[in-house]
């Protein structure tokens, strides 16, 4: 079987490409008309083949070899309360269990990528669009698109956190309602460098807590040790005022002193940018 169809098995049907269409269109409608429900789908778990369950497994060892070293006490500490199971693919209704009351966030399957304004739509209810599909064998290492290692196991264990958890919520209905360009590309730029490429300071260590980091076993260490990595201390303004690459490791990398830090901090901008916007903060 070519792995371009295994790939595929989980969102083969209907349901998906009409999610799929839905959050393809809400890029052109305002705010208040979006409808994060029309994006989610059901995850049809009895339709991952033991190879998927085997990538998993092999993604998962890999990573926590050296992750208890590398990653950030907190992400650690999500890891242990929500549990992943380390042979299968996640349950997601099985994660949502245990996060909904440590957090009220909940991750909500989808079938691939969403544009932005959906994606926006869906944090600021403190739910987290979650690819089902994993990524074949053949792209082990690198995976353009999310899946659900990186959605899963990358992301979910910082939503356990209640501060990066309100983070979230307020990057979201930020970016949601944001309409000004330059808003738009300083927001994105927040993103990438806190919640997919973030480094954060905990007991005179730098350490991970990005998702793109966490999932990569390659440039986790490049952008702890590597000489080639600017790592700058975290200022908002600056953040937002440095452009990004997607196709490479990354040479310049934030490092927060805490997670209270970057709350506080999304909590000033989004204030700016929702009466700028317009919005009620």
């Given at each position: 079987?070519?792995?371009?169809?295994?790939?595929?098995?989980?969102?083969?049907?209907?349901?998906?490409?009409?999610?799929q269409?839905?959050?393809?269109?809400?890029?052109?409608?305002?705010?208040?008309?979006?409808?994060?429900?029309?994006?989610?789908?059901?995850?049809?778990?009895?339709?991952?083949?033991?190879?998927?369950h085997?990538?998993?497994?092999?993604?998962?060892?890999?990573?926590?070899?050296?992750?208890?070293?590398?990653?950030?006490?907190?992400?650690?500490?999500?890891?242990?309360?929500?549990?992943?199971?380390r042979?299968?693919?996640?349950?997601?209704?099985?994660?949502n269990?245990?996060?909904?009351?440590l957090?009220?966030?909940q991750?909500r399957?989808?079938?691939?990528?969403?544009?932005?304004?959906?994606?926006?739509?869906?944090?600021?209810?403190?739910?987290?669009?979650?690819?089902?599909?994993?990524?074949?064998?053949?792209?082990?290492?690198?995976?353009?698109?999310?899946d659900?290692?990186?959605d899963?196991?990358?992301?979910v264990?910082?939503?356990?956190?209640?501060?990066f958890?309100?983070?979230?919520?307020?990057?979201?209905?930020?970016?949601l309602?944001?309409?000004?360009?330059?808003?738009?590309?300083?927001?994105?730029?927040?993103?990438w460098?806190?919640v997919?490429?973030?480094?954060?300071?905990?007991?005179?260590?730098v350490?991970?807590?990005?998702s793109?980091?966490?999932?990569?076993?390659?440039?986790?260490?490049?952008?702890?040790?590597?000489?080639?990595?600017?790592?700058?201390?975290?200022?908002?303004?600056?953040?937002?005022?440095?452009?990004?690459?997607?196709?490479?490791?990354?040479?310049?990398?934030?490092?927060?002193?805490?997670?209270?830090q970057?709350?506080?901090?999304?909590?000033?901008?989004?204030?700016?940018?929702?009466?700028?916007?317009?919005?009620?903060?």
């Amino acid at each position: 079987m070519r792995a371009d169809i295994r790939y595929n098995l989980v969102i083969d049907g209907d349901e998906f490409a009409r999610a799929q269409a839905a959050a393809d269109e809400a890029s052109d409608l305002p705010a208040e008309r979006i409808d994060p429900e029309q994006f989610y789908c059901t995850q049809l778990w009895d339709r991952y083949t033991p190879e998927d369950h085997a990538v998993w497994a092999t993604l998962v060892k890999r990573r926590l070899e050296t992750l208890e070293q590398q990653a950030s006490d907190v992400f650690l500490e999500g890891m242990r309360l929500l549990g992943f199971d380390r042979e299968f693919v996640p349950r997601i209704a099985e994660v949502n269990a245990k996060l909904k009351g440590l957090t009220g966030w909940q991750s909500r399957p989808v079938p691939g990528y969403l544009p932005a304004k959906a994606f926006f739509a869906c944090l600021s209810r403190r739910e987290f669009p979650t690819t089902v599909t994993i990524r074949p064998r053949e792209l082990l290492d690198y995976l353009p698109e999310p899946d659900i290692f990186h959605d899963v196991f990358g992301h979910v264990p910082l939503h356990a956190d209640p501060v990066f958890a309100d983070f979230l919520q307020t990057y979201g209905k930020a970016a949601l309602h944001c309409e000004d360009p330059y808003h738009v590309e300083r927001l994105a730029r927040l993103f990438w460098f806190t919640v997919e490429f973030g480094l954060i300071r905990e007991q005179g260590r730098v350490k991970l807590y990005g998702s793109g980091l966490i999932s990569s076993v390659g440039e986790s260490p490049h952008a702890l040790h590597s000489p080639d990595v600017d790592r700058r201390p975290f200022d908002l303004d600056r953040v937002c005022d440095t452009p990004f690459e997607i196709d490479h490791y990354q040479p310049i990398l934030y490092v927060l002193e805490s997670f209270e830090q970057l709350r506080d901090a999304m909590h000033e901008y989004a204030n700016r940018v929702l009466e700028e916007s317009g919005v009620a903060a």
